[in-house]
Structure formats: structure tokens, C-alpha cells
């Protein structure tokens, strides 16, 4: 019983705060769910515990009960067989009242132990639930602080993802600018071509035409 109650102390006097913090620091719960488990364990076993100690002493105060209650009788007879001059009963009565105190005084001293036991048991038992309730509010808190942390980690996660996205649209944007200048210096390229086809032909029209004059001059000339 001795060991039950060390270790239920143990556990009453464990510090919330380090477990709190030991959890949020492993980003999980793991040591807080042990912590419970082994105050659900000791519970049952105190539980189990109180209950026998308790019934035991039930039992030892009605034998306490009896015994005292045959002590006093017995008692009673001794004075009054005293009274009537019965020697003999007397004494017999006398050692049986003295047996019967005896062992009522015996059972009143293990009842009171047994009883002492039974509350320090129940004592215990409800320091550890209300130490239960309390770390299992703590967890309550803990999971929705460590599912706030997930999703605010998601969150970066996600805005670094468009922070990627963002620099490959502004690649393609280069991309882009860089073929719209290819395709305008090729524009241009496509304007001084066009500009000097038409003066190949302006130029070929005006060597024609001065062919022609020549021709005339020639004929008028009779140069044949």
C-alpha cells in the first residue's frame, strides 16, 4: 500500500508546466498521453485499493461492535453477581470481560489504522483526478496550440509556393519579353528588306527607262 501511495504522490506532485513545455518543445503529445496513462492506471489500482482497505475496516469495526458490546455485558454481570454473593460466576464473568475488552480494544486500534489507511487512500484519489482534470485540460489546450502551429507552418508553406510560382511567372514574363524584342527586330529586319526590294525595282525601272531613252537617241541618230 506504502508503494501505491509513493507513486500516486509522484505523480500528484509532478509539474504540470515541464510537460506542457516538454511536449510543445517534441511538437507532440506523447509524454503528456504517458503522464495520463499512468495516473488512469493508478486510479483503478486506488480505487481497488480503497475499496478493500475500506471493507476491511467495516468488517474489523463490527467485530469491534460485538466484542465491545459483549465486554460491557459481561460487565454488568460482574457487578451484579458480585451483588448476589456469586463469587465463582463473578470470576468467570470477570476473565470473560477482560478477554472480551481485550479483544475489542485490539480491533478498535486496527479499525482506526484501517480507517486512517481508507482516507489517506481517498485523499489521494482525489488529488490525483483533480490533477487528471487538470493535465487533461492542458491537453485540450496543447492539441489545438500544436494543430495552430500546423496549420500556420501549412500556411508558409504554401505562401512560399507562391513565392516560387511568383518568380516563374516573372521568368516567363522575361521569356516573353525577350521573343516580343526577337520578333520586332525580325519586324524590322522584314521593313529595311521590303524598303530594299522596292528600290531594286525603282532602280531597275529607272535603268529601263533610261535604256529606252538611249534606244530613241540611237534610232534618231540612225545608230542602228
Known amino acids: 500500500m506504502a508503494t501505491l501511495l509513493e507513486r500516486v504522490n509522484t505523480l500528484i506532485s509532478a509539474n504540470l508546466n515541464w510537460l506542457v513545455s516538454k511536449a510543445l518543445k517534441a511538437n507532440s503529445l506523447a509524454v503528456v498521453d504517458e503522464y495520463i496513462r499512468k495516473v488512469e492506471d493508478n486510479l483503478e489500482a486506488l480505487e481497488d485499493a480503497a475499496a478493500t482497505v475500506g471493507g476491511e475496516a467495516k468488517t474489523i469495526k463490527r467485530k469491534y461492535d460485538e466484542f465491545n458490546a459483549k465486554a460491557m455485558e459481561l ?132 535603268e529601263e527607262e533610261l535604256q529606252s531613252q538611249l534606244a530613241a537617241r540611237r534610232s534618231r541618230l540612225g545608230l542602228g
Open 75 to 206: 460487565d454488568k454481570n460482574v457487578d451484579l453477581f458480585l451483588g448476589k454473593g456469586k463469587e465463582d460466576l463473578a470470576l468467570a464473568a470477570q476473565n470473560r470481560y477482560n478477554t472480551a475488552k481485550r479483544l475489542a480494544e485490539a480491533y478498535q486500534e486496527q479499525y482506526e489504522r484501517q480507517a486512517t489507511e481508507f482516507q489517506k487512500l481517498l485523499d489521494a484519489k482525489l488529488k490525483l483526478e483533480a490533477k487528471l482534470t487538470a493535465i487533461r485540460q492542458e491537453r485540450v489546450e496543447l492539441q489545438s496550440m500544436l494543430d495552430l502551429a500546423k496549420s500556420k507552418e501549412l500556411t508558409h508553406k504554401v505562401v512560399e509556393g507562391v513565392g516560387g510560382l511568383t518568380g516563374a511567372e516573372a521568368g516567363l514574363a522575361e521569356m516573353r519579353e525577350e521573343i516580343q524584342r526577337r520578333l520586332d527586330k525580325a519586324s524590322a529586319q522584314g521593313e529595311i528588306d521590303a524598303n530594299r526590294l522596292d528600290k531594286q525595282i525603282a532602280d531597275a525601272l529607272e
